[in-house]
């Protein structure tokens, strides 16, 4: 089944403690991408990747890496980890050409909270 | 730049009911738009999307947008609601950010299906 898999899908951590949240994704795409979902404030990108090897800072990338070693995989890694990075994290991938360009398919989310 | 704007972050319809939710966008190339859908507790998923071509376009669950250039407009609508439809919608413009491509999403409306 062509997915998006975001683990963990749920995570309390205090402040400081370095995390990653891990995304995989089935589908041969070139591009992946990840948002924090905020009431309010909809859907909001950190950073995206074009493909292997090449990120870019989306929105509000501030207390955030990525790396894209492989194709598939793109982990979010927050270093220190504050309360206002608690949110709802999605992470997503599309083809960057033809009709599935921009077409994104999205994980189930990894909601955390920071104490 | 490109932007969305959907009008209202609730509406509430009842069962039967028509179901209309609007999204204004603004683009300085030719706008790629998207609906998408977000069900509780899961990433969201593509409704519908217009590229080119025939204005009026048809999406999953009976919805469909029309594309007005005129009035900027990508309003989605679905003749009669149902409570499976209770979800919180979410419209997207395609923007070119320093020649990349990338979705600029609303930020969303939450629909609520009355009995």
């Known amino acids: 089944e062509a997915q998006v898999t975001q683990n963990p899908r749920y995570l309390i951590t205090v402040t400081g403690k370095k995390l990653t949240v891990t995304c995989s994704q089935n589908?041969?795409?070139?591009?992946m991408s990840w948002y924090r979902q905020d009431p309010g404030l909809g859907l909001r990108q950190i950073y995206y990747?074009?493909?292997?090897?090449?990120?870019d800072k989306g929105d509000v990338p501030e207390g955030y890496k990525v790396s894209r070693k492989e194709k598939r995989n793109f982990p979010l890694i927050l270093e220190s980890p504050s309360p206002n990075q608690t949110s709802l994290y999605f992470c997503?991938?599309?083809?960057?050409f033809g009709s599935g360009a921009n077409v994104l398919t999205f994980g189930a989310g990894s909601r955390l909270t920071v104490l | 730049a490109q932007s969305v704007t959907q009008l209202g972050s609730h509406v509430s319809v009842s069962e039967g009911a028509l179901v209309l939710l609007r999204c204004n966008y603004s683009?300085?190339?030719?706008?790629?738009l998207f609906w998408y859908v977000q069900y509780p507790n899961q990433g969201l998923q593509l409704l519908l999307k217009y590229t080119t071509g025939a204005t009026l376009v048809k999406g999953i669950n009976g919805f469909e947008a029309e594309f007005k250039k005129s009035e900027t407009s990508f309003h989605l609508t679905k003749p009669s609601a149902h409570m499976s439809d209770a979800a919180e919608y979410f419209c997207?413009?395609?923007?070119?950010?320093?020649?990349?491509?990338?979705?600029?999403f609303g930020q969303g409306t939450r629909l609520t299906i009355n009995p």
């Open positions: 997207a413009v395609r923007a070119i950010i320093q020649g990349a491509q990338k979705l600029v």
């Open positions: 990747s074009m493909n292997v090897e090449v990120t």
């Open positions: 997503a991938s599309s083809f960057i």
């Open positions: 683009s300085s190339v030719p706008p790629y």
């Open positions: 589908m041969n795409h070139e591009y």
